[in-house]
């Protein structure tokens, strides 16, 4: 098949790789049809996300279609049109039981907080993604779920991660009816965000960027107020004028860490294998948020952090919820407000690249662009 592979930072090409062969009885090989390029995977690509090794496949958003199934599956059959959540996991563990599906206990023996993530380094499982013509889907009985005869394609795509995430951050930010809303970063997911928070009873969705282009789909898409970094002296200042010097009562972090870094970042993912990232976009979040208000942080944040500024949220008596965003919990109500028409996911997608032009796909996004905001891969095989 051909397949995405990582060569070192910055460096990516296609490359023919073996098919993925069915390793335990609950596998299935999907056949992908539609994969996508979050913001998240610049970390690996900027070479900021540890053990990323050489001849990784990226990959954690994608749907395609049922090749082989092991001769434990039971829910699926070849054939069958899937949606595959980015988190890998058990179902039977502690966790899973509780609905915590990306800490499951039992998928990824690198780590003790995160379970597996397809194409997402070692630190993650060490499992391939999807930017490629076929992947293994461990744990098929539970992780993937046929796609609805009445979804779209690109919007079950955008299910899988992006507007899960996005809803999910809504989620955490226990948004109260009347509540101002302030989201940090105008990508995809923080759109998504933006867009959940109105849903959820938001009286005001404030989003906060530096592109003048994701801004305007704020205005267009999520019906926001904006506020662009590069206007204003002060980010926190501007925050606190707009709300009547009290701050939002809710702050939702859509940033994470910043995939470009710097070279704190940049050395101690390369040598000491650790990623913390910049905690620009969380201190902000946590200095415009008013006193007894909540944080929400679903970002991609490494193993470490030392810059947070956790006493101010102490003292201001913030409550902040953060997780990965266990993705097909959040399914039966994104497909009711999908149909429903409350929810357009994939007006979202920008740019739709053949699976040979990955790498420039990648520059483009990576560089933003072209207006870059959400890039879709289309495989061969599809």
């Known amino acids: 098949m051909r397949a995405m592979v990582y060569r070192g ?54 749907i395609g279609v049922i090749e082989r199934v092991g001769g434990s599956v039971r829910s699926l059959v070849p054939g069958d049109r899937v949606m595959v959540p980015f988190n890998i996991y058990c179902g039977s563990c502690w966790f899973c039981a509780n609905g915590l599906y990306s800490n499951c206990h039992n998928v990824n023996p690198n780590a003790t907080a995160v379970g597996g993530i397809y194409g997402y380094s070692h630190t993650c499982g060490g499992y391939d993604g999807g930017q490629a013509e076929y992947v293994r889907v461990p744990f098929a009985d539970v992780g993937p779920s046929k796609i609805p005869d009445w979804l779209d394609d690109e919007d079950a795509l955008m299910c899988t991660d992006a507007l899960a ?62 506020i662009d970094i590069a206007d204003v002296a002060d980010v926190v200042v501007e925050m606190k004028r707009t709300t009547g010097h009290l701050g939002a009562d809710v702050a939702i972090d859509a940033v994470g860490a910043e995939a470009d870094g710097n070279l704190l970042t940049h050395v101690t993912a390369a040598k000491l294998k650790l990623q913390g990232g910049s905690p620009i976009a969380l201190n902000w979040a946590i200095d415009s948020v008013r006193k007894g208000g909540t944080v929400s942080v679903m970002g991609a944040y490494g193993p470490i952090h030392t810059a947070v500024k956790f006493g101010d949220a102490m003292n201001k008596g913030l409550t902040i919820n953060t ?53 879709v891969i289309v495989p061969d095989a599809a």
Not at 340 to 355: A, D, F, Q, S, V
């Open 165 to 226: 995430t996005g809803y999910f951050g809504a989620q955490l930010g226990d948004i109260r009816e009347g509540d101002v809303v302030a989201v940090f970063g105008a990508g995809p997911v923080g759109l998504f965000a933006a867009q959940s928070a109105w849903l959820m009873g938001a009286g005001r969705v404030i989003v906060i960027d530096h592109l003048e282009y994701r801004l305007e789909k704020a205005k267009q898409m999520a019906h926001a107020e904006v």
């Open 9 to 62: 930072p910055y460096k990516i090409r296609v490359e023919d790789k073996d098919i993925p062969a069915i390793e335990h009885p609950n596998d299935a090989i999907v056949r992908v049809q539609r994969a996508a390029i979050c913001g998240s995977d610049l970390h690996l690509y900027h070479g900021m996300m540890p053990d990323t090794r050489v001849g990784t496949t990226f990959g954690h958003e994608f």
């Open 323 to 375: 997780n990965q965003c266990p993705a097909k919990r959040q399914w039966p109500r994104l497909f009711s407000h999908i149909r429903n028409g409350y929810l357009n996911p994939k007006e979202i997608i920008t740019h739709r690249i053949p699976l040979e032009h990955i790498a420039e796909g990648y520059h483009i996004f990576s560089a933003k662009l072209d207006n870059c905001l959400k890039p």
